[in-house]
């Protein structure tokens, strides 16, 4: 009974580097997304995916990148990360469309 | 433009009140669905009520109510009996399914339970 799992759950990258965050959900969901949380700022929306081979830009995309060659997986890319990238990262899937989502335990990221 | 407004950003009620959590939000979509979640200090995402725009009632789960006002475009979160446990974040969030089906969220509301 996983449903959405992230990895990793903590993580510190060195300004300039790259990696991606891992997202998996074993509940057949269409829709996925990901989220970042900063204080006072709620949960802003990076990327979305509609189902396999479509994605879309959310509210703050630049910085990220994301793809979703299978129903079960969407991981988000940072090209070259930056102190601003600090912050916890979400990853949430549903049913498209209608319906709420399902949240993984989040990826607390610091850039230094 | 905001599509979902939390004006409270913060809340203190004593233990046993009930309390009613505010949310309004911004829609040309006719079918759309609102959401509630709690973020306690642990920091997981947990799901608690869903309203459907089409649904004639207001949506009710255990001591969670969401007051579905259309016209007013309001979907506050009334809480019975509040607990020591209701101290979290909590965030609502809107999806309009015919536009994008994307969800999105407001800033949110941090609630404290006095004992």
């Known amino acids: 009974n996983a449903g959405v799992t992230q990895t990793p759950k903590f993580q510190v990258l060195k300004t300039g580097q790259s990696m991606t965050l891992q997202c998996a959900q074993d509940m057949n969901h269409e829709y996925m997304s990901w989220y970042r949380q900063d204080p006072g700022m709620g949960l802003r929306l990076i990327h979305y995916?509609?189902?396999?081979?479509?994605?879309d830009q959310g509210e703050v995309p630049n910085g990220y990148n994301v793809s979703r060659s299978t129903t079960e997986d969407f991981p988000l890319r940072l090209l070259s990360a930056a102190p601003s990238q600090t912050s916890v990262y979400f990853c949430?899937?549903?049913?498209?469309?209608?319906?709420?989502?399902?949240f993984g335990q989040g990826t607390r990221l610091t850039v230094v | 433009a905001q599509k979902i407004t939390q004006t409270q950003p913060g809340m203190f009620v004593q233990e046993k009140e009930a309390v009613t959590l505010d949310c309004t939000y911004d829609?040309?979509?006719?079918?759309?669905?609102l959401f509630w979640y709690k973020q306690p200090s642990s920091g997981e995402m947990i799901f608690l009520i869903y309203q459907g725009s089409y649904d004639q009632q207001n949506a009710t789960e255990g001591r969670y109510s969401l007051n579905f006002q259309k016209a007013r475009k309001s979907a506050n979160l009334v809480i019975s009996a509040s607990q020591l446990g209701d101290s979290a974040m909590y965030f609502c969030?809107?999806?309009?399914?015919?536009?994008?089906?994307?969800?999105?969220f407001g800033k949110g509301t941090r609630l404290h339970i006095l004992p």
């Open positions: 969030a809107m999806r309009e399914a015919y536009r994008d089906d994307k969800i999105i």
């Open positions: 829609t040309s979509d006719p079918s759309y669905g």
């Open positions: 949430a899937s549903s049913y498209s469309p209608g319906g709420g989502a399902f």
């Open positions: 995916s509609v189902g396999a081979g479509i994605t």
